[in-house]
């Protein structure tokens, strides 16, 4: 017997029979497998327009974005070729100033209009180039922390494991290394808390240029990690790209964690934190160290007098008002929204009028950069940490 074909017009005809011989809409629903909006909606097109409501409509949509009249395209064309170098916001108000009676189009869409025409020269952005920061020494226990990402390696379950290291400076003490799945913020957020909650926290810490670290693409090369140290009070120090070197403590310590724990690697994570945890032991309380006159780290070390307590509200009292920027990376004020960043999304920062509707962004003792109100464009400053605000005088 052959397949018995059928299609949505059928099926649709069908459906409106069954309520026409007096089928509740419920019941017709469930024989044709639709659900009641679409059912009310086939209905309700039936009344209204009768057997044509059964045939497919058009999917095309009712306007296009973009997309102006041919004889309009070609007068936006014109004038651009008469001025090349202006943009699509002047050729706009050049054509509201030569045919005032029309309607004229919004700039994004002269902008799309001369793009496709290839009008439109773009100028390529410059990504932010990574510079490092000065390098401090250290006497004491907890003065500096180094932290980073030793390669990655495959475990013998074909997962990939990132561990994240973090040691004294001056002491060599180890204070952490975990078996990571990735180098996401969210895990490196916690290892640092247990860090902290153990030893206290340093006065700075010494990292490279990567991410969770630092941000290629945040403002001043921050990232949400680094926001959060500076919360906290501890200074942020980069080596500068390809100079390992200026954290080579940190790397010549990750040699010998490769050697003792990472050839062979473990069967999972949970094995490759047990052999992580035996070698923190050991590196810390048994292997002596020539640079520590042939002791221990532990011997040496000692927690910080600076415990960690979260992070507390910042205040402004040099500024005009206080402004928690969005999940978004916005400051909202006066029903303005100006683009920021999203690495301070959560945090609050101050802001001040220098002048008018102008206004200055500063983030605990640090100044930021400028916007303004028409414009509604943050300008940074040009040193990522700049002049610090300083308190009035008695």
């Not at 024989?31 to 679409?38: A, D, F, I, N, W």
């Not at 651009?80 to 030569?98: D, H, S, T, V």
């Not at 630092?214 to 140290?229: D, E, I, Q």
């Not at 200026?246 to 724990?261: F, I, P, V, Y």
Request: contains cysteine; hydrophobic residues 35%.
């Amino acid at each position: 017997m052959p397949w018995k074909e059928t299609c949505v017009m059928d099926e649709r005809t069908k459906f409106v029979a069954l309520l026409l011989d007096g089928e509740s809409m419920t019941r017709a629903c469930q024989q044709l497998g639709v659900s009641r909006k679409t059912g009310y909606k086939i209905w309700n097109r039936y009344q209204n327009t009768g057997a044509y409501a059964l045939v497919d409509r058009s999917r095309k949509p009712h306007r296009f974005a973009n997309q102006l009249p041919e004889q309009l395209e070609r007068t936006l064309l014109k004038l651009k070729r008469q001025k090349p170098y202006w943009g699509a916001p002047k050729i706009r108000e050049l054509l509201i100033r030569k045919f005032p009676n029309l309607r004229p189009p919004a700039i994004s869409t002269v902008h799309a209009v001369l793009d496709r025409n290839g009008l439109v020269n773009c100028r390529k952005r410059r990504r932010p180039k990574a510079q490092g920061t000065a390098l401090s020494t250290s006497k004491n226990p907890n003065d500096l922390w180094c932290a980073d990402f030793k390669g990655e390696f495959m475990l013998a379950d074909r997962r990939y494991c990132y561990p994240l290291t973090i040691s004294d400076h001056a002491t060599r003490y180890l204070l952490a290394v975990e078996a990571l799945e990735s180098v996401m913020e969210q895990t490196a957020f916690a290892v640092f808390e247990r860090a902290f909650l153990e030893h206290g926290l340093p006065l700075a810490i010494r990292t490279d240029n990567g991410v969770p670290f630092a941000s290629p693409n945040g403002l001043f090369g921050l990232s949400r990690l680094a926001v959060w140290w500076l919360r906290l009070g501890i200074q942020i120090e980069r080596i500068k790209p390809g100079h390992p070197e200026q954290n080579g403590r940190h790397e010549r310590m990750h040699l010998t964690l490769k050697k003792a724990t990472a050839l062979p690697a473990a069967s999972n994570f949970l094995q490759q934190q047990g052999k992580f945890d035996a070698f923190q032991t050991e590196y810390n309380k048994e292997r002596p160290h020539e640079a520590l006159g042939m002791k221990c780290p532990a011997e040496v070390y000692s927690t910080s007098s600076r415990p960690y307590r979260g992070i507390g509200r910042i205040d402004y009292p040099m500024h005009d008002h206080a402004i928690t920027v969005t999940n978004c990376g916005r400051i909202c004020m006066k029903g303005k929204k100006i683009n920021f960043s999203v690495v301070f999304a959560g945090q609050e920062v101050g802001i001040r009028e220098v002048s008018e509707k102008v206004w200055l962004v500063s983030f605990m003792d640090y100044d930021l950069g400028y916007f303004d109100e028409d414009s509604k464009r943050f300008e940074p400053l040009a040193n990522p940490f700049g002049p610090k605000v300083l308190p009035i005088s008695p």
